[in-house]
C-alpha cells in the first residue's frame, strides 16, 4: 500500500471505519459522529479519514490524499512502527480507557497526528510513563490536561466546577502518582506521552467494547 498525503480536514468530514468486530467498527462511528457534528459515512474509496486496521488496509487502495488513522490492540512498537510505515496519521490502540481515547480521536478529527507512547521498562526498573499515567482518574486527567494549557488552580476550580482546595488535592495525588516532585515535571510528562496515551494489556473484544462504549456516552 502506497504511502498517504497528510491533509487538513474539509469542513464537512467524510469518513470510513472498518474492524472485523463489528462491535468495535460501529462503536467508533458513532464516536466520531458524536465528536464531529455533520461527518458522514462513506465508502472507503470516498473517504476523507479512514479508520481501519493494518490487516483490512493491506486490502483497500486509497485515494492518494486520504487520511488513514491505523486500530491497534495494543500500543506495542511494532505495529506502531507499521503504522508510521504506511504513512498513516495515527496509532489508535483499543485498549484506551475512554477519556483518552476521545482525546485522541479527537486529535486526528482536527486533522492533527496521534501517536501512542510504546510501552518500555525504564533502565531503573520504573514503570513507563504511560502505565503510571494509568493511576490518574478521570478528573485527575482533567485537571492535568488544564495544568498542561497553562491554566492557574483558580481557573481549573472554575472551568470544573469544584473547589480550588479540591484541585491542589488532585495536584498534589498528580505528583505522587507520576513520581514526580514539581508540576512542570508532570506537565512535560503529560506532553511526552502524546496527550496521555495509555498501553495496558487487555486481550479481549469485551473491554473493549467497553471502553469505546462509555466514550461514544461521554461524547454525546
Not at 498513516?88 to 485522541?104: T, V
Amino acid at each position: 500500500m502506497t504511502n498517504l498525503a497528510q491533509s487538513a480536514p474539509r469542513d464537512t468530514l467524510t469518513f470510513a471505519v472498518h474492524h472485523p468486530f463489528p462491535i468495535v467498527a460501529e462503536t467508533l462511528d458513532a464516536l466520531v459522529r458524536a465528536n464531529q457534528p455533520g461527518a458522514t459515512a462513506v465508502d472507503y474509496a470516498k473517504a476523507d479519514l479512514v479508520i481501519a486496521t493494518l490487516e483490512t488496509l493491506n486490502g483497500l487502495e486509497l485515494t492518494p490524499g486520504t487520511r488513514v488513522a491505523v486500530l491497534v490492540d495494543h500500543a506495542d512498537r511494532r505495529p506502531v512502527q507499521d503504522a508510521r510505515g504506511r504513512g498513516a496519521i495515527a496509532a489508535l490502540p483499543l485498549d484506551l480507557p475512554a477519556d483518552h481515547l476521545r482525546a485522541a480521536l479527537g486529535a486526528v478529527l482536527a486533522g492533527r497526528n496521534w501517536w501512542p507512547v510504546v510501552a518500555n521498562v525504564d533502565p531503573e526498573g520504573q514503570a513507563p510513563a504511560s502505565r503510571r499515567l494509568d493511576a490518574l482518574s478521570g478528573q485527575q486527567f482533567k485537571v492535568l490536561d488544564l495544568m498542561s494549557r497553562g491554566r492557574l488552580n483558580k481557573q481549573i476550580a472554575y472551568d470544573l466546577g469544584i473547589s480550588e482546595g479540591t484541585v491542589k488535592s488532585h495536584v498534589s495525588s498528580i505528583l505522587r502518582k507520576l513520581g514526580v516532585e514539581r508540576r512542570t515535571q508532570a506537565i512535560a510528562t503529560f506532553i511526552t506521552t502524546g496527550d496521555m496515551s495509555r498501553g495496558m494489556v487487555r486481550t479481549t473484544i469485551g473491554p473493549v467494547a467497553a471502553h469505546l462504549s462509555r466514550a461514544t456516552h461521554a461524547a454525546r
